[in-house]
């Protein structure tokens, strides 16, 4: 068994373990929310799918440092940088894109909950320090060529407009949320208090959540990153009791499942793929199902008139979020949808076998994909204006078969030293699978030692012990060069 091979059931016993941690996560979460007795079903003061959607954001930018310091492999690591933001970025969007235009199956035959927590599996996915070495481990499916110089402007404008959109969103956060805090006041009205605190205790939320009015909102809404700094706003405004409970449990369980560090990690996902319109949609979308994944949960086993009530207030409080909060109502893009589905009662799937079928397959659609740049023909790249190969291997099957000498060296390199390559950003670790032609070289000049293998050539510098990997456009004829 050689270690590509190896390589490969590794990454089916992980696309196994996280499927099976995402679907066992859930159901945890749900059995939780819904009472439902089971494996750490109990009460508790968070409810989150198994990860904190925060640790995206936050593991993303440890990447980037790492990538920029401590794994600066061979004065590369801006490459190994752009080669690992795009697999994220690419991946991100093309999931998010798919997602979009599936949901309305999903949500047809699926909680909201699961719908909610189908936009996470970016989170699950790269939450782990071994993509690192994962996604430079098999070879890709396709190389994509850029130009160097093209490629430069275009990660310039990309960082440039992901640091500008996340920015704004921070202040903009940063701001609405001091707005909030000028214009509120506790609420003192002692039967709100004493429901609040009563459904507080029976949700097993035992962090500090205070409870304001503000006179500078339509709707309620939730608002604080930290643990210790969660505040749920109220209109000014009188409140029945039964307005009062609907609330509030809307907005408790948006707390318990840190909603708000969900919405951190979706605005995040647009700063990430900014020129890109099907992400904000896609994003709008997600933040919906998690608005209707609360109302599921306040619903559950409601009664017609009630229902009804519920669908009344998110008319008449009706507003649109800002930053990264949670709200009751949102604006009438969602808010038609809502009402729709606060009205029925129709039972759906809980769906945590389909997250483990997502989570499973997902595990195999990164690092498919390459970037390479920099083309120029392979005499050029080795440096060579006339003929100085002083040994040359060929063999069909590297760990089995025999290594012929290559003796017309020079035909040799008549016939590869015009073939354009392009350079990988990526330098993967384990590119032969040992049953495809591969030509070994050396260059004693130039102290290079070169293997010519399917659509790929690698490149040992002995001197500096720099690797560099490229990308072979031009077909080979390997018939040929096998008989040299």
């Known amino acids: 068994m050689n270690e590509l091979t190896v390589a490969y059931l590794f990454q089916i016993i992980w696309a196994l373990f996280l499927g099976g941690m995402l679907a066992f996560g859930f159901r945890s979460s749900w059995n939780a929310e819904n009472g439902q007795r089971g494996l750490l079903s109990e009460v508790r003061s968070g409810t989150e799918v198994w990860l904190d959607p925060i640790v995206f954001p936050i593991l993303i930018v440890i990447y980037v440092a790492a990538y920029m310091t401590i794994l600066n492999r061979e004065g590369q690591s801006l ?100 707005e909030i805090k000028k214009h509120s006041r506790p609420v003192t009205d002692l039967e709100l208090t004493e429901k609040w605190e009563k459904l507080k205790e029976e949700m097993g939320l035992d962090i500090p959540i205070r409870l304001w009015y503000c006179s500078t909102i339509k709707t309620p809404l939730s608002i604080g990153m930290r643990k210790k700094n969660k505040i749920t706003c109220l209109p000014e405004r009188s409140y029945t009791a039964e307005e009062a409970e609907l609330i509030f449990l809307h907005e408790l369980h948006h707390i318990q499942r840190n909603d708000t560090h969900t919405k951190f990690f979706l605005k995040f996902c647009t700063a990430l793929g900014w020129f890109q319109p099907f992400i904000w949609i896609a994003v709008k979308k997600a933040e919906a199902d998690l608005e209707l994944s609360c109302d599921e949960i306040v619903l559950k086993g409601a009664g017609i008139d009630r229902r009804r009530k519920y669908a009344e207030m998110l008319l008449t409080t009706a507003g649109e979020p800002r930053g990264f909060t949670t709200c009751l109502s949102a604006s009438a893009e969602s808010l038609r949808y809502r009402m729709r589905s606060t009205l029925n009662e129709k039972k759906k799937r809980i769906g945590a076998g389909l997250l483990f079928l997502v989570m499973f397959f997902s595990c195999f659609c990164v690092g498919k994909t390459a970037f390479s740049t920099d083309r120029d023909t392979l005499g050029n790249i080795l440096g060579q204006d006339s003929f100085d190969v002083t040994s040359a291997l060929y063999t069909e099957d590297l760990e089995n078969g025999e290594r012929t000498e290559i003796t017309d060296k020079e035909g040799l390199w008549d016939h590869i030293s015009g073939i354009r390559v392009d350079r990988l950003l990526y330098r993967y670790e384990m590119m032969l699978s040992y049953d495809e032609p591969v030509v070994l070289g050396t260059i004693s000049s130039d102290d290079k030692e070169f293997t010519l293998f399917g659509e790929y050539l690698e490149i040992v510098r002995y001197e500096t012990g720099e690797t560099l990997l490229y990308h072979v456009v031009d077909p080979i004829d390997w018939e040929y060069v096998s008989s040299l």
């Open 79 to 178: 490459s190994f940088l752009i080669g690992f933001v795009s697999d994220i970025f690419l991946f991100t969007s093309i999931y998010f894109i798919l997602l979009l235009l599936i949901l309305p199956i999903l949500r047809k035959h699926f909680t909201a909950r699961m719908c909610a927590t189908l936009w996470l599996i970016p989170v699950f996915l790269f939450y782990q320090p071994q993509m690192l070495v994962m996604l430079t481990v098999r070879p890709p499916v396709a190389v994509i060529y850029i130009p160097g110089g093209v490629m430069r402007i275009v990660v310039c404008i990309w960082a440039v407009g992901a640091i500008l959109i996340m920015g704004v969103q921070t202040v903009s956060h940063l701001w609405f949320s001091a």
